[in-house]
């Protein structure tokens, strides 16, 4: 029995189709928006330490990646060694990211580096059996330790606990998003948002919001629904975003499974996607809006509490203006 591509008819579909997306800053414009200060001083200096360590192939992906930027847009307030560290960080998934894919066909050595990866980073959060991060010969994995370190300092060991199981998330959803990849069939919206949420990585980066702005919230928050709503809330507004802004060069090179596309193949019409992926952003904006609004008029809070919530409340808008800027 013939089973049916449905991976190649969606790029057969999509081929020759053009779309158009209005500027969508609009949705997002009574969120706040800015730039780090310290961006030119930081891109250059990890232009330097790149210049001697890599290849020109890896100095030029950075480069045009410009984290230094990303991390100067998601979170232009923070102080400026939480700047650097946050770079940093942002390199290391961009790499860490990139080394998986590339192992996408070798599915025992794509396993191998996403366990010594969790090894060592659970122990460089001190939270193995050994005192000391396990010994790795992969310099990527290896460079993750300063950053351990910075967090170490900061969170105490429940906090630790929760960033290193958005760590593991990560991780092992990079094997559901590699076995996906191999299939012919298109996921459902369900399936594909279980998947895209963690293999975004917006729950680790996330997960250092404190770090970042140097504040601490309540234990009792972070375990909220509130707080969940807030944060998943955030990473799909970012993925739509990112789907939307990356379809036309998926389309190109014929990898063409996001959610815009899925859409797309439910209802055989571009435009009818982009305007209800939008629509679902717009959706997703009022939720955080009314949730933020009750989570910050509540009496549960102390005005201190209350005051560190609303920066991270606020760091999670400018994630996602300045997504729209970095891109």
């Known amino acids: 029995m013939h089973t049916v591509n449905q991976r190649a008819t969606l790029a057969e579909r999509l081929s020759g189709q053009r779309m158009f997306i209005a500027d969508m800053r609009p949705i997002l414009s009574h969120w ?42 998601w979170w232009p307030m923070i102080p400026r060694k ?17 080394m998986i894919e590339k192992l996408a066909d070798d599915t025992v050595a794509a396993e191998s580096l996403r366990l010594s990866t969790k090894d060592f980073i659970r122990a460089a959060l001190g939270l193995a059996d050994g005192a000391k991060p396990t010994a790795t010969a992969n310099p990527l994995i290896q460079s993750f330790q300063p950053i351990a370190a910075e967090a170490c300092a900061f969170y105490s060991k429940d906090k630790r606990r929760i960033l ?26 369900k399936e594909y948002w279980e998947v895209r949420i963690l293999t975004s990585g917006m729950g680790t980066l996330l997960g250092l919001s404190e770090y970042a702005l140097q504040v601490q919230l309540p234990l009792s928050f972070v375990q909220s629904e509130a707080y969940s709503t807030l944060w998943v809330t955030a990473v799909v507004i970012n ?7 990356s379809l036309k060069k998926e389309m190109q090179a014929q ?29 997703l904006v009022a939720l955080f809006d009314s949730t933020a609004d009750e989570v910050l008029s509540s009496d549960v809070f102390d005005a201190r509490q209350l005051d560190a919530i609303a920066q991270v409340i ?14």
């Not at 209800?276 to 952003?281: E, G, I």
């Open 255 to 283: 990898s063409v499974v996001n959610s815009v596309a899925i859409l797309f193949y439910q209802y055989d019409d571009l435009d009818v996607a982009v305007e209800m992926s939008l629509d679902h952003v717009r959706q």
């Open 82 to 98: 939480s700047y650097r560290v946050m770079t940093d960080l942002v390199i290391w998934f961009g790499l860490w990211d990139d």
């Open 164 to 189: 290193l199981h958005h760590f593991d998330q990560y991780i092992d959803a990079t094997r559901l998003e590699a076995e996906a990849e191999r299939s012919n069939d298109i996921p459902s919206l």
């Open 239 to 245: 993925s739509i975003i990112n789907d939307l802004l």
């Open 32 to 73: 706040p928006c800015s730039q780090h200060g310290d961006y030119e001083v930081v891109r250059s200096a990890v232009d330097e330490r790149f210049a001697l360590l890599t290849s020109r192939q890896i100095q030029k992906a950075i480069s045009d990646a410009d984290p230094a930027l990303l991390a100067a847009r």
């Open 314 to 327: 606020d760091l999670m808008r400018t994630v996602n203006t300045g997504n729209l800027e970095w891109r």
